[in-house]
């Protein structure tokens, strides 16, 4: 990546051409590989576009049906990978009629990670950044569902998926598959580890956060020790084979973490799973329980990841700050009222007042403040993990909009006030505080027509540039014409709109 950077950067960009006589300059080897080099990037890490994308689009929330269509039963519990198989009968009773003691008989291999750290002391992602790399050919909603489930653990815990560098080591490689179910390992398992993600039913928000937290460290939350006192687990209605997918888990390998049991987590597997005849499998002690969601992370899973992660009393870096604007209420008198009426002069002017009284019924017009929410961040920092990437690919002046809200400090606008509030007044606002005061104070008792003043209606909006339909690269009429445009080139999506008539 750090080759790319530096490409990026140079004047190659803009130089090194081929003029053929008469004809669009032709890229010479450097230039193309450095389009070449920005596409495979763009395939590999999410972009602006797909995190405003996931803003906006409509979050699924799976069926129990659809959820149970997505189990795996060749692997353990239907989505962990890493586990090997458990064939032998008197294994298989052991596990039900005495919880595991030895937890290398079900973690064979060192690098399989469960929750307990006393156990697996290293199996955790260091720092909560969590490496990542997507397989090429996702389609934008497949890229907006993985950027919800990012953004849902980037609002709720401090942990971060962050795209690889060349450092990395271990990463986890976020692909798709053709009727394999949704699967992960438990915990950083060393190296290129796997997230798989069936086509056309694993991409949604829910089912990818539940496997995102395998990756973290954690089992499913039926696995825990006292499970026993919280469900039912109903043998005569699962499927034969499957009764592996059901043990609890001594504390020397499963942590609860000192949390209660929760129904709601995104980690329970759901009533029908891995049901021989449509009816529960898991059946919640209490009635009014339900079990298995896989829309978003609960506040317990939350709490959990945060304290795994040792985050401490965490909480997002909030994009709003409290103003306030005004409502307006009106009474009606039928006594007569006195009315200090002031009017605003130009600025080098003097105020003047006129008093008048009368016995009409009158209105009287009051504003009171009210607390709103505007965007404003209280200290300047990046609020995406992938800033620095994206600044270093352009996006500062290519993904103007999402980079000036969300990137503010990779792109060099900390200056820059990024808010747009309003509020809205009956009259304008006097010039200075002193004359606002005093048109204030200067209606007497029994005021008939008075208006106190606030701010008028006002909009401040960031001075960042703002884009323009532009080819943003010498060589883009060129790889317009010879077909790039139909491409799924993403640099031809962002650096050459003219070229490709996407204005």
């Known amino acids: 990546m750090r080759l790319l950077y530096s490409l990026f950067h140079c004047s190659a960009f803009l130089v090194g051409f081929t003029l053929s006589v008469g004809v669009l300059p032709i890229p010479n080897e450097h230039a193309a590989s450095i389009k070449a080099k920005f596409d495979d990037y763009a395939e590999h890490y999410l972009l602006p576009e797909d995190f405003h994308n996931a803003e906006t689009a409509p979050v699924k929330k799976p069926t129990d049906a659809e959820i149970e269509s997505m189990q795996n039963s060749l692997l353990f519990e239907g989505d962990i990978m890493g586990v090997p198989e458990i064939e032998k009968s008197d294994i298989l009773k052991r596990l039900r009629d005495d919880p595991l003691l030895d937890e290398d008989e079900i973690f064979r291999k060192p690098f399989h990670s469960a929750l307990n750290l006393v156990t697996y ?3 955790l992602w260091p720092e909560g950044q969590v490496p990542y790399m997507l397989e090429e050919g996702m389609t934008n909603d497949q890229r907006t569902a993985i950027a919800q489930a990012f953004d849902e653990y980037k ?10 560098t060349d450092d990395d080591f271990d990463y986890i490689y976020v692909k798709r598959n053709v009727a394999f179910g949704c699967s992960s390992y438990v915990g950083r398992a060393g190296g290129n580890q796997t997230v798989s993600l069936e086509v056309d039913k694993c991409f949604s928000k829910g089912i990818i956060a539940h496997e995102l937290m395998h990756a973290l460290g954690f089992f499913h939350e039926h696995s825990r020790t006292d499970r026993d006192d919280f469900v039912d687990i109903n043998e005569d209605n699962i499927r034969p084979g499957m009764m592996r997918n059901f043990e609890k888990y001594p504390r020397k390998i499963i942590d609860s ?6 129904y709601e987590s995104v980690m329970h597997y759901h009533k029908l799973a891995f049901s021989r005849n449509g009816k529960p499998t898991i059946i919640p002690k209490d009635n009014e329980a339900d079990v298995g969601q896989r829309y978003k992370l609960s506040e317990m899973d939350s709490k959990k990841v945060n304290k795994l992660y040792q985050c401490g009393e965490y909480s997002k870096t909030s994009s709003t700050t409290t103003t306030t604007t005004t409502t307006t209420t009106t009474t009606t008198t039928e006594e007569p009222t006195t009315t200090t009426e002031v009017e605003e002069k130009p600025k080098d002017k003097k105020v003047s007042s006129t008093t008048t009284t009368t016995k009409k019924p009158t209105t009287t017009t009051t504003t009171t403040p009210k607390p709103v929410e505007r965007s404003r961040n209280k200290k300047c920092e990046d ?8 600044e270093q690919l352009g996006h500062c002046q290519h993904s103007v909009k999402y980079m000036a809200h969300y990137c503010r400090k990779a792109c060099n606008l900390c200056e820059v006030e990024v808010t747009t509030t309003t509020t809205t007044t009956p009259k304008p606002v006097p010039r200075n505080k002193e004359k606002e005061n005093k048109s204030a104070s200067s209606t007497t008792r029994g005021t008939s027509t008075a208006t106190s003043t606030t701010p008028k209606t006002t909009t401040t909006t960031t001075s960042a540039p703002k884009e323009k339909c532009e080819d943003k690269n010498l060589f883009c009429s060129y790889w317009a014409k010879i077909g790039e445009c ?14 490709c008539g996407k204005c």
């Open 383 to 390: 609020l995406n993990a992938h800033c620095g990437m994206w």
């Open 121 to 123: 002391p290293d199996k």
């Open 486 to 499: 139909n491409s799924e080139s993403k640099f031809m999506k962002i650096f050459c709109k003219a070229s």
């Open 257 to 262: 973490l000192g949390m209660p049991y929760d």
């Open 155 to 164: 609002t709720k815990t401090c942990v971060r998926f962050v795209p690889k």
